[in-house]
Nanobody
Framework: QVHLVESGGELVQPGGSLTLSCAGS????????IGWFRQAPGQEREAVSC????????NYVDSVKGRFTISRDNAKNTVYLQMNSLRPEDTAVYYC???????????????????WGQGTQVTVSS
């Protein structure tokens, strides 16, 4: 069982940047791919990005390509989501999640993720 905790969400102006962190415990996060998802009020949860456990393969939803970057530091047991050129429509609660361990690919499908963090609020507004 992996326990995930997100941090880094805050209020930011349009065009600004934020980095979200997803810390995993116990210290076996390197066995798991990680996905980032978001949910805005009144909307369905949306996949944002994912990264595999060891190869570092990544996927992004089209709306964030070129603006968001997912990365991981297995030595720190942490996965990051660097978000640049933020837009008001990026406002949401952001969640990180883990699928079954040792997956060779990652997919932007929430049904494949079984371990979820509590979420962190990102608000993009002037």
């Amino acid at each position: 069982q992996v326990h995930l905790v997100e941090s880094g969400g805050e209020l930011v102006q349009p065009g600004g940047s934020l980095t979200l962190s997803c810390a995993g415990s116990p210290s076996a996060l390197d066995h798991y791919g990680i996905g980032w998802f978001r949910q805005a009020p009144g909307q369905e949860r949306e996949a944002v990005s994912c990264i595999t456990s060891t190869s570092g393969k990544t996927n992004y939803v089209d709306s964030v390509k070129g603006r968001f970057t997912i990365s991981r530091d297995n030595a720190k047991n942490t996965v990051y989501l660097q978000m640049n050129s933020l837009r008001p429509e990026d406002t949401a609660v952001y969640y990180c999640a883990a699928p079954s361990p040792y997956e060779l690919e990652c997919h932007l499908n929430a049904d494949e993720y079984y371990h979820w963090g509590q979420g962190t609020q990102v608000t993009v507004s002037s």
